[in-house]
């Protein structure tokens, strides 16, 4: 059986970094609430010319240099992302052009937060039916440009980076599962209006109430992840969630009954960077020696739509 395996990982984060102090500056907030509400302490902004085009190009160049892949080996471009540079052409043909890959399959994909996973998933259902043998998975996001830089309620949430992924064909095992669910009966608690022209858009949320929904579909998909398998808790080395708040990461791992010290944890310098929050932190890990071949390795997420997903790795 062949399986998809993430043979490198890589990340980009804009240099520009914006502190709790920098909110308290713009907006009626504290450090001392955005950090016991969300476990934050800073997030980075990016500048003009860090694009999600840009910053996932870097990430994806770092992932190819981790599995000395080469560019023109690489026969799709996943880019997960609600923040393009252009309504169309996809990101992930602008990525591709950037680092000169060859005529492959290219596209982006809208999941919210849960961007990432549902790229995780799409591609390893073509790496695992034979159709090709080397992937790029990338999740990129501007969420500054769509935040309103005057509601507290939001602004001090989000962040901007990228982190990527390539995914090979091996026989041995790599990714193990993949678990992805939407439901639009809840599309209006976290949304973002198509632009007009008229008025600005920006995020909206029903903050109490993704919470809530969060914690309970997380706490619920994570344990049908392990059912699905037959396996435990202890059987996982990581859980690399979603970065959106630190309580709701608490409570997923309480689900589970996995100690913090088994959780990647990026939401205090990152924040939410939405898709590319996974990435992000699974690269850290990786390149911060945490997490070592051969570990076990439990995603998961939940975002606007609202959508969620899991994906069970064997690094
Ligand atoms: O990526 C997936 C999508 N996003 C999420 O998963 C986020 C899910 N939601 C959350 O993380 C939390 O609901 C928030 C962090 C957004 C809010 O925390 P909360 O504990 O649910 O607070 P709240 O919305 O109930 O607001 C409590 C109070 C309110 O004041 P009053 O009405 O009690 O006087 C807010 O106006 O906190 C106020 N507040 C703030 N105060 C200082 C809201 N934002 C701020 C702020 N600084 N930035």
Same mark, same amino acid.
């Given at each position: ?29 504290s &450090? !001392?609430?955005i ?8 997030? $980075?902004?990016?500048? +003009? ?7 996932? /190009? ?5 992932? #190819?240099?981790?599995?000395?892949? @080469? ?18 052409? !996809?990101? /992930? ?41 080397? /992937? ?7 969420? *500054? ?7 507290? @309620?939001?602004?001090? #949430?989000?962040? =901007? ?8 064909? *091996?026989d ?6 993949? $678990? ?12 973002? =209006?198509?632009?007009s ?10 903050g ?7 914690? !309970?579909k ?5 344990? &049908?992840?392990?059912?699905? %398998? ?11 969630? %979603? ?14 009954? #996995?100690p913090? +010290? ?5 939401? +205090?310098? %990152? ?11 699974? =690269? ?6 945490r ?19 899991? !994906?069970?790795?064997?690094?």
């Amino acid at each position: 059986m062949k399986y998809a395996k993430i043979t490198g990982t890589g990340s980009y984060l804009p240099k520009q970094v914006f502190t709790n102090a920098d909110w308290e500056k713009r907006v009626n907030t504290s &450090d !001392a609430w955005i950090v016991e509400r969300t476990g934050i302490k800073s997030r $980075h902004i990016a500048s +003009e010319n860090e694009t999600a085009t840009m910053m996932g /190009a870097n990430a994806a160049l770092n992932a #190819l240099n981790m599995a000395n892949v @080469n560019a023109k080996d690489i026969q799709l471009v996943i880019v997960a992302t609600g923040t393009p540079d252009k309504i169309f052409p !996809a990101t /992930a043909c602008l990525i591709q052009k950037q680092l000169q890959i060859p005529t492959c399959i290219a596209f982006d994909i809208q999941a919210a937060c849960s961007g990432f996973v549902y790229a995780l998933s799409i591609a390893d259902q073509y790496i695992k039916s034979g159709v090709i043998k080397r /992937a790029l998975i990338i999740g990129t996001e501007v969420m *500054s440009r769509l935040i309103d830089w005057q509601d507290r @309620n939001t602004c001090v #949430l989000f962040g =901007d980076g990228a982190g990527a992924c390539v995914l090979e064909a *091996s026989d041995s095992p790599g990714i193990l599962s993949t $678990h992805l669910y939407a439901d639009g009966n809840y599309n209006d608690i976290l949304y973002v =209006d198509m632009p007009s022209g008229k008025e600005p858009c920006y995020i909206h949320m029903q903050g109490q109430k993704v919470f809530k929904l969060a914690v !309970a579909k997380l706490g619920e998909l994570v344990k &049908d992840t392990l059912q699905f %398998h037959n396996i435990k808790s202890e059987d996982i080395d990581w859980l690399v969630p %979603h970065q959106a708040n630190i309580r709701i990461i608490k409570a997923t791992a309480d689900k589970l009954k #996995l100690p913090m +010290e088994k959780v990647i944890c990026t939401v +205090e310098a %990152h924040s939410n960077t939405s898709s590319a929050s996974i990435p992000l932190a699974l =690269d850290i890990g990786i390149r911060d020696g945490r997490i070592k071949k051969g570990q076990t390795l439990l995603l998961e997420a939940i975002g606007g739509g609202m959508t969620w997903g899991s !994906a069970l790795v064997k690094y």
